[in-house]
């Protein structure tokens, strides 16, 4: 047999050999991924029972080995996706976050991807979290319609981002993305929440009819839905601000039926309105700070007693446009994670260079109000300083305000895009407006056409950007649009219950509740 022969021959033998081994090798792979599928699914479904049992520990545990014991698995995205979801319904939020940014990481093209990037913006837009960042926030919401045109998320991204694009001021833009999500037929509680957000924004903008319009869609579409009280509100509201005299606009006449229920106040020196998120219905709470008690007490607004937390030596309380609740004592109360997370003015410490805090503990000891700055942060008022002073998200001491203040403000409120409101700020005025960063912006005079204030002590802010001012001395409440234009003035020298107004707070449909020092009761006006 000659060389070329043999060769043939050894090669006629090998190739069936080559051929067989090379279609085991690749049926054995399928074979052991099979075998890991089944296994990251066995506990994935342990941890999902788990978690149903009330049992986050190993439930966690088990999803942890999913995604990295089996990283391949197409379960591994699903598992990260659980562990973020967790820990953001528990309020664990850099914990949330970590886990929603691993799936963007690794998973990008997986289908837990686009509710990771729904979530990370969510998380982005907690004035507490230390990544707080609202343009981050926008980005994301849209990177979601962008990357993954066809998921569901898409909807909900959408209305995320118009929130967002509200809370930064860009009404034009949140408009816009509300109507490109109503064009798209969203389910019936998505419709009913872009339709607020759309009315909300134009009613800022200068657009009472159309703004009705779209809350009287909300009312035809479910007129016993949460979503149409704060519609009906809304219009009030509205019919409040722009309906001219001539023309029947409403008068606010005391509610009778509204009274305090359920073991009162002692000694209630301040009150305020806690606003949910408002394109959720009506659910909003009035606190009451009771000094008689050392508590802040909430009540529905029929007038329940729903809940309290400690305030020692309560002088104010407040409550921003994002519903974060402040409570001025002897240490400012902060619900956190559900729970009141307590800090002694006396620790609150000046901020250094960079992230790091000095040794100072800044002499705050006189404070007369606080409110949540829109960017995370407290602005407060305290009686040894002309100027508001600033804190970061942590309480840490920034400084003061660099604004033109002329005297110490008698009071604060900020407003959904951050614009801050002083009273008795600058001398000639009773208000003064300023921006963000402390620019002053306009005011409002203390004497002009059909009002004049004698001595403003307080100030409160409505859901469509309308504000209320209590002049104590005089025994009235003066309301202003958004572009502080007087509106109407409430004289409460005719109501005999009325002898000493200390407070007032407004909610979602306009209604203005009144503190009276004399009788210790909460009124309301409708």
């Not at 007369?368 to 008022?381: K, N, P, Q």
Request: some cysteine.
């Amino acid at each position: 047999m000659g060389r070329g022969s043999w060769r043939t021959s050894l090669l006629r033998i090998a190739t069936p050999l080559l051929y067989a081994a090379a279609v085991a090798l690749p049926a054995t792979s399928v074979a052991r991924a099979a075998v890991d599928e089944q296994l990251a699914r066995g506990l994935y479904d342990n941890a999902v029972s788990l978690l149903k049992a009330g049992k986050p520990e190993p439930a966690l545990a088990d999803f942890a080995k999913v995604y990295t014991s089996f990283a391949d698995s197409e379960l591994a995205d699903d598992a990260l996706f659980a562990v973020g979801q967790y820990h953001f319904d528990a309020g664990h939020l850099v914990d949330a976050r970590a886990a929603f940014q691993a799936i963007i990481d690794r998973y990008v093209t997986k289908p837990a991807a686009p509710g990771a990037y729904y979530f990370r913006a969510v998380v982005a837009t907690v004035p507490t979290f230390s990544g707080f960042d609202l343009d981050d926030a926008y980005a994301d919401f849209l990177r979601v319609a962008r990357l993954y045109p066809e998921s569901e998320w898409v909807d909900q991204a959408l209305l995320g981002a118009g929130k967002v694009s509200l809370r930064l001021g860009e009404l034009g833009e949140a408009a816009r993305l509300m109507e490109t999500l109503l064009a798209a037929s969203p389910e019936a509680d998505l419709s009913a929440r872009a339709r607020l957000v759309l009315g909300y924004c134009l009613a800022l903008r200068g657009r009472p009819t159309a703004a009705m319009e779209a809350f009287q869609a909300v009312i035809d579409a479910s007129p016993e839905s949460s979503h149409a009280q704060r519609a009906l509100g809304l219009t009030s509201s509205l019919l409040r601000l722009y309906v001219p005299p001539s023309r029947g606009r409403p008068r606010f006449s005391r509610d009778q039926a509204f009274a305090l229920q359920n073991d009162i106040p002692q000694k209630p020196i301040a009150i305020a309105i806690e606003p949910t998120a408002w394109e959720n219905g009506a659910g909003e709470l009035l606190w009451v700070a009771d000094a008689g008690r050392d508590l802040a007490i909430a009540f529905d607004l029929s007038g329940q007693r729903t809940a309290e937390i400690p305030a020692q030596r309560a002088r104010d309380i407040n409550a921003g446009p994002f519903g974060r609740l402040w409570v001025v004592a002897d240490a400012i109360v902060r619900p956190k994670d559900g729970r009141p997370t307590t800090l002694k003015v006396a620790e609150l410490k000046a901020k250094g260079k960079g992230d790091q805090q000095d040794d100072r503990t800044v002499p705050l000891s006189n404070l007369v109000t606080a409110a949540e700055d829109g960017r995370g942060g407290v602005l407060v008022i305290d009686s040894d300083y002309d100027l508001p002073q600033q804190l970061n998200s942590e309480l840490a001491h920034l400084g003061p305000l660099a604004s033109a203040s002329d005297r110490t403000p008698a009071d604060l409120a900020v407003d959904h895009t951050g614009r801050i409101y002083l009273l008795q700020a600058r001398k000639g005025f009773a208000l003064s407006r300023y921006a963000t960063d402390g620019r002053y912006l306009d005011g409002i005079p203390f004497a002009g056409t059909g009002y004049e204030l004698k001595s403003p002590e307080r100030v409160a802010l409505g859901q469509l950007g309308e504000l209320a001012i209590l002049d104590q001395r005089g025994r009235q409440i003066l309301l202003f649009d958004r572009d502080l234009k007087f509106i109407h003035k409430i004289d409460l020298t005719k109501d005999a219950d009325v002898k000493r107004p200390i407070d007032i707070a407004v909610d979602f449909a306009g209604r203005i509740y009144v503190l009276d020092k004399s009788s210790n009761a909460v009124l309301r006006l409708q």
